[in-house]
Structures are given as structure tokens and as C-alpha cells.
């Protein structure tokens, strides 16, 4: 049990990524909380940091009978290790967590909203069933939880109108935190942006990224079909699609899709060198109509001054500003999508100027250090109100 003196234990839980959450990790343990993380990642990285890792079944998809082995093993592992805080983040997670750190009695129990995932991305007959499903899971998982944070206010506002989550339970805190230091760090020098892209292949023009899972949803179809549309008249300009190939069979991009448009864009599958590939970018683009909650490589590339190109969505348009740091586009519009590539590509100066407005908003609300702190106040705060709950019980 962890007593007054000892520091506050906080268990993050999250998925598959659960490893990008590291940064979070290490700068909430630099304010003096003890950190502990439940994923299905490699335990590698974790090891490297000595951050306690362990991992639990989690299963994307529809699968009952897994949610209840994920539960179990979760109840499990907050049972043996009574942490002061468990917080989870993303949509399954947000889930079962909270109800299985109830049960075992945990003080605060987190969740961070990222979004409203594929059920609110899609309309398909099956999307469209589960809405009420998705909502009764919510609500019960926002009783289940002390606090509820989300990191867009078209999340938070549906949640209230639905009544998903109790007014007084519930806060904002925009994105997940970007380190702007270890970004530039390896964004790479000159030299090395310039052997970068000797190796790609990349012939002198504008180079237009996108790095994303290869998710329908994500708007890759639409990038390479807008690449190939803007080709056609600036066939100078350079387009790479980065990020890997998706498990979800029916949402995924095939390989085949992908290379009917080999001409226009080059695919380099999955990368390590995400922030140079960002760096030597002159713009980068997201034509998502996922419910994303803040798309982390926007809020990275405009870090790194690049110009956004986005879909007028949830979370795109917290980052983008319309005609100020990029352009917002409709969803599923590939024609738009296009003019709006071209638009910026044809003018540099408006690029540059686009470019430092990119960075501005993530300095003023999207940094690791105001959103940690921001975290940090909601765990002090409800410490604070337990201790004080004790004291007036011992009196």
C-alpha cells in the first residue's frame, strides 16, 4: 500500500501505441510521481527507460469475450500493484479500465478521450447499429471514472448533449503533448536532410507527406488519388505516403490500391525518422474523416514549421487555422484536396509564413509541459481531496 510519504503511483493504460506515451511518462515522473504502464507493446522501450511495464489481451474490434479476459487480467494487475492512479487513454482502454480499477478500489481513475474512433467515422450500417451501443459503454465507463478529460471541444460538447458524462466530472485538455526540443533534435541538419532525400529519390520540387496508418479513414485513397491530380499540372512535386499497413480487413489500403499509384506517390512504408521526414517536407497533409482527438503529426509537423493541409474535422481543426497555417478541406473531396496542395505549393512566401504560423499554436497550448502539468493538477488536486477526506474521518 502506498503510504503519505511514499510518491504517488500512476498506472497508464493504453494499446498497441501505449509506447508513445513514454514522453508523457518520463516528464510526469520528472514531478516526482512513480510511473507504471499497461500496454500490448514490445516491452523494450519501456526497459530502456525503466519504466514497469505489463502487458493484457487487448483486441481491436467488436470481441466480447476478450474484453472480459482483458478485464480480468487488468483487475489482476491493479490488484497486486495498488497505483494511486490509473489513467487510460483511447477508445477500449477508456473502456474497460475505468471499470476494472473500480473494482479493485483504486482512488483515481483517468481517462483521456482521443477521439470517437471508426463508429462515428463511418456510416456504414454496422457504424451506424453501434452509436447507441458506444454511447451506453460510455456512460457507464464515465461513472465508472473519477475524471474525464478530452482533447477536442467537438468531443467534449458531445459528450455533455448526450449526456455521456456528468458536467462536474469532465475537463479539456488539448492533445497529448509535443516535446518541440527532442523534435528538432531529430529533425536532422541540413547535410543530412539533403542525403535523406538523395536516398529517397527525390528529384528538386515541394515534397507533400502524409504519414498515417494505411486506413481508408484516414483519407489515403484520397491523398494518392489528390497526387495524382496535381501532378498533372506541377509534375515537379514530390508526394510520400508514410506509416503501416492497418489489421482492420475491411478499413485497410491494400498494397495493390497503393501501387496502381506508384507513379505520383512514393511509399516507404513505416519509419524511424519521422521528424526528419517532416523536416525536409514543405507541407504536410492529413485528409482524415477519422473522429480523430488532436492528430499528433499535425500538431509534430507544425512544430517543425511545416504548412498543414487537413479535412475540416474534429481534432484537424483544433491545429488548423484556415488561410493562416495551411488549409481546411472537406472531407472525402479529392478535387479540394488538390487546389489546396497547389495553392501553397505555388507561392513560397506564403509557404514560409504558413510555416511559422504552423508552430505558434503548438507553442501556445500543445506542448508536453502544459499538457503533463495539466494532468499533473488533476491527480494533486484529487490527492489533495482524499488526504483531507482521511484527515476529517481520523478526527
Known amino acids: 500500500k502506498h503510504s503519505e510519504e511514499l510518491r504517488e503511483h500512476v498506472m497508464l493504460v493504453g494499446g498497441e501505441d501505449v509506447r508513445l506515451r513514454i514522453p508523457f511518462a518520463l516528464a510526469l515522473r520528472q514531478r516526482g510521481f512513480e510511473i507504471s504502464v499497461v500496454g500490448t507493446d514490445s ?14 489481451p487487448l483486441h481491436r474490434g467488436i470481441r466480447p469475450w476478450e474484453d ?37 478500489f483504486v482512488p483515481l481513475r483517468v481517462r483521456t478521450v482521443t477521439g470517437m474512433g471508426y463508429v462515428f467515422s463511418s456510416h456504414s450500417p454496422l457504424a ?46 488539448p492533445g497529448s503533448g509535443i516535446d518541440i526540443r527532442e ?4 529533425s536532422g541538419s541540413k547535410t543530412e536532410k539533403e542525403a535523406l532525400r538523395s536516398q529517397l529519390g527525390l528529384p528538386d520540387g ?21 497526387a495524382a491530380l496535381v501532378c498533372r499540372e506541377r509534375p515537379d512535386v514530390n508526394f510520400l505516403l508514410v506509416g503501416p499497413h492497418a489489421t482492420e480487413r475491411n478499413e485497410s489500403v491494400s498494397i495493390a490500391e497503393i501501387e496502381r499509384h ?69 472531407a472525402r473531396k479529392v478535387k479540394p484536396l488538390a487546389m489546396a496542395i497547389v495553392d501553397l505549393g505555388a507561392d513560397p512566401a506564403k509557404l514560409a509564413s504558413m ?41
Do not use: W
Not at 516491452?43 to 493484457?56: R, S, V
Open 43 to 56: 516491452p523494450t522501450l519501456f526497459a530502456k527507460h525503466d519504466i514497469e511495464y505489463f502487458d493484457y
Open 355 to 395: 510555416g511559422r504560423a504552423a508552430r505558434e499554436p503548438v507553442e501556445a497550448q500543445f506542448t508536453l509541459d502544459a499538457v503533463v502539468e495539466a494532468y499533473a493538477k488533476i491527480y494533486r488536486s484529487e490527492t489533495v481531496s482524499r488526504k483531507q477526506e482521511r484527515s476529517r474521518k481520523a478526527a
Open 262 to 330: 506508384r507513379d505520383v506517390v512514393h511509399y516507404l512504408g513505416p519509419r524511424r525518422d519521422v521528424p526528419m521526414l517532416l523536416s525536409l517536407s514543405d507541407v504536410c497533409v492529413l485528409p482524415s474523416y477519422y473522429r480523430e482527438g488532436v492528430p499528433r503529426v499535425l500538431l509534430e509537423a507544425g512544430a517543425l514549421s511545416v504548412p498543414l493541409v487537413a479535412t475540416d474535422m474534429p481534432g484537424c481543426r483544433d491545429v488548423v487555422q484556415d488561410k493562416v497555417n495551411g488549409h481546411l478541406v472537406p
Open 206 to 226: 515541394p515534397v507533400i507527406t502524409m504519414i498515417a496508418r494505411m486506413l481508408r479513414h484516414k483519407g489515403v485513397l484520397e491523398f494518392m488519388q489528390a
Open 183 to 186: 523534435l528538432e533534435r531529430h
Open 128 to 173: 451506424l447499429a453501434l452509436r447507441p451501443v458506444y454511447r451506453a459503454l460510455q456512460r457507464r465507463a464515465s461513472r465508472a471514472a473519477t475524471q474525464t478529460v478530452f482533447q477536442n471541444s467537438d468531443d467534449q460538447k458531445y459528450f455533455l448533449t448526450k449526456n455521456l458524462v456528468s458536467s462536474d466530472r469532465q475537463t479539456l485538455i
Open 68 to 104: 472480459v479476459r482483458a478485464v480480468r487480467r487488468l483487475r489482476e494487475i491493479f490488484k497486486a500493484q495498488r497505483p494511486d492512479v490509473v489513467h487510460a487513454f483511447d477508445t477500449k482502454p477508456c473502456v474497460l479500465a475505468p471499470k476494472a480499477a473500480k473494482a479493485e
